[in-house]
């Protein structure tokens, strides 16, 4: 059914039908009504007609695959088979990170367009014209995963552009613009350079080297060439042995069952495999990412690859050293110690594994070429009454982060942060934790979140670099859904017809018992569609359950510095 028509329906059926259920009713029945399950698979190799955002076409079945990699592959067939017919081809940088140019003297247009075609009659690829009067023909081989939920089509197509030679001033003019130059000269020799030189939807250490002209090598002001890792924060609750140190914990801390529900409450803990997708997204959505740091209790997920060499498991040991209390059931007592990660890079992205990016995206979403932080502001505000028992742990924090702010700059924060990606700052961390040394020493001493936390990496840092000149406002595509709300199907039904969003949060805050098993089921049948084709991180073949390093008789859990990085010293 076409994709208005199904959406019509459905929100008017949940209208209708839902509020007259009772409420753990109603996720079941809203899934029901908006299916989400891939179909059935086909065999690698099989051709399959799919529908995009943009409309149907064919599509070969593969098992593996990533934005990157078919980018790579489309770039390479044409490359190849213009370089065995002899045409001086030489690369463009391009305006769309997940597409590729190469530029050809206008007068080998009728070769470069019989070659083409010819190529592109092979195994279903797709050629058409683009630019202005046609000067520009961009050339695929989609793919898509063996349900057809996930499609890498026309986006990453290498379009090649006939360049007009301008015989008064001995140079060739381009047919559109591009992120260097319009106009060079026609006899500028032929250079070599690397991946990266062409864009930043790449890896960062990627040395593949094509052909191109020398101004092409040009760098500009806006080019990120500083490392960003990422940094990862997990828990199975699930787990006997840590539910047991859960246990300990919560009968030495009294005081959490006069709190807030949130303190501990179960659904914080909850692990339905977000990570193993979230890692997913990552390698496919930001290539730029030099190196994932997870950090764990002791515990190591039963499909990840541990031997990796772009992850690296941190206990909490390693970043709480003789600081805090430990074992920690606190996630804000955690932020305030991951900036003590040996070998992390100055800039890095903080994700919890329920925040997934939505599509390719490049790291100028997160941070400028000057190295400034990039943050989100919601549309949520701070309740401005003074923090109260009723409080939610969140809230709380974000009113004491609001009273650090205020008595530092005399400025009031009044909105909250989007559950984004979160970009941020070493040293921004470590100035924190020395400025503010007796509210983070205090936060890491709660085993559970407490009310006079505060939320160091999804708020106050936010706040803090922006008043000293390290941090500016960014606007990004993000989606928000609670788990628990019935319309939430619905929700991730328009997600995967779109994909359109940068990031989304998969957030359950607070569920009743009745309706975690509809939780695990909806968000089973979505990741896998959404996020059809494993990441490098993840084992061929898993693992039983989530396991300790010494049930694997591995060394003790402790980070890996990425070659030819230096660590930053701890802050005392």
Sequence with gaps: MPWPIRRRIAAAAGKLVLPRLAPERRLRIARALVPLGPGRPATAGRVLRVRTPHGRLSARVVTAASPAGVRRANLERVTGALGLAGVDWFRVPSTRPTGTVVGVPESERDLVVRILAEIAGRDHGMLSPSGPQGRVLAACWPVTD???SLVLGKEHACEVEFWRPDGERASLVAPRPNPIADRIPAGEPVVLAP??????????????????RQSFTT???????????AVYTWVDGGDPAWRRRKARALAGNPWVGEANGEAANDSRYTSRDELRYSLRALHGFAPWVRHVYLVTDDQV???????????TLVGHREIFGDTGALPTFNSQAIESRLHRIPGLAEHFLYLNDDVIL??????????????LTRFFPSPSLVDLAPRGPGDRPADSAAKNNR??????FGRVPTRKMMHTPHACRRSVLAELEERFAEQVRSTAGHQFRHPDDVSMLSSLQQYYAYLTGRAVPGGIRHRYADLADPGTPLRLAGLLRSRNVDTFCLNDVDSPAAVLAEQAALL???LPAYLPFPSPFELRHPRGATASPAALSRPPIGPRRPA?????????
């Design 403 to 408: 009273r650090l702010i205020r008595e530092t």
């Design 524 to 526: 089973a049948d979505f």
């Design 564 to 572: 030819g990085v230096a660590a930053l010293p701890p802050v005392a």
């Design 146 to 148: 063996p349900t057809g």
């Design 219 to 229: 760098v500009g002001p806006d080019r990120i060439d500083f490392p960003v890792d």
């Design 358 to 371: 939505g599509r390719p995206v490049t790291p100028d979403l997160f941070f400028t070429a000057g190295g």
């Design 301 to 311: 997920p039963s499909w990840l690859d541990l031997d990796h060499p772009g992850l």
């Design 195 to 212: 991946e990266p030189a062409f864009g930043a939807f790449c890896a960062p250490d990627d040395a593949t080297t094509y052909r191109t």
